[in-house]
């Protein structure tokens, strides 16, 4: 069996006010948005002190993200905004670094269509089936999520280091490979899972 690890999306939704810390964690993750697009954009993209801010800034947020679900699991304060407004502030954040990246000319504009075609239809995905069951998230999917994460900082960050291009190129080759093979993954659990519910709903019809 494929060994499956906590996923927000799956979680029953409890009646915690909507005003809570997971939800405050998101919250702030959205607003890291902008301020990563001001960071990135400065002195017109030029390397320098603004793009290691912008890459703290990126990976301040994207911790928000692994602590924000484990807060609402733990303690019972898992929201309907919350499983909404958590994958879109996500796809937000990576999706502005990585436009951002490939606009000034850092990151091949494949690699980035590729990564954000992945993630939304993912997330279509993750409505196409809602109704028979939820898919949890998988080892290789965080391991995914960790990929991208480590690979964008890296490109955000300036380094004055001969052989850093060379290894921001591999870490990002890491990425978008765990991105491509968890995609297709994602797409054949999904598409399973619809057989499956359509087979049980068929016999119980059939079965009187």
Not at 40 to 58: E, H, K, Q, S, Y
Not at 88 to 104: N, R, W, Y
Not at 116 to 128: A, D, P, S
Request: net charge neutral; glycine share 10%.
């Amino acid at each position: 069996m494929r060994p499956a690890i906590p996923d927000r999306a799956g979680d029953p939704v409890s009646d915690a006010p909507v005003l809570n810390l997971p939800n405050a964690l998101t919250a702030l993750r959205v607003a890291c948005v902008p301020l990563l697009v001001v960071l990135l954009w400065m002195d017109d993209g030029t390397l320098g002190p603004a793009r290691d801010a912008a890459a703290i800034v990126f990976v301040l947020a994207s911790i928000t993200d692994f602590v924000d679900g484990a807060i609402a699991r733990r303690y019972g304060l898992v929201t309907t905004f919350g499983k909404v407004a958590d994958p879109i502030a996500d796809k937000a954040l990576t999706g502005v670094a990585l436009i951002g990246l490939s606009a000034l000319g850092e990151l091949p504009w494949w690699v980035t269509v590729l990564i954000l075609i992945r993630e939304v239809g993912v997330t279509m995905l993750r409505f196409w089936v809602i109704e028979h069951g939820v898919i949890p998230a998988s080892r290789g999917g965080k391991a995914k999520t960790l990929a991208q994460t480590v690979a964008i900082t890296m490109y955000l960050a300036d380094i004055p280091l001969d052989w850093w291009p060379e290894a921001r190129a591999v870490a990002m080759g890491v990425a978008v490979v765990l991105t491509v093979v968890t995609g297709i993954d994602y797409v054949v659990r999904a598409v399973r899972l619809r057989q499956v519910a359509r087979g049980a709903a068929a016999t119980g019809l059939t079965g009187g």
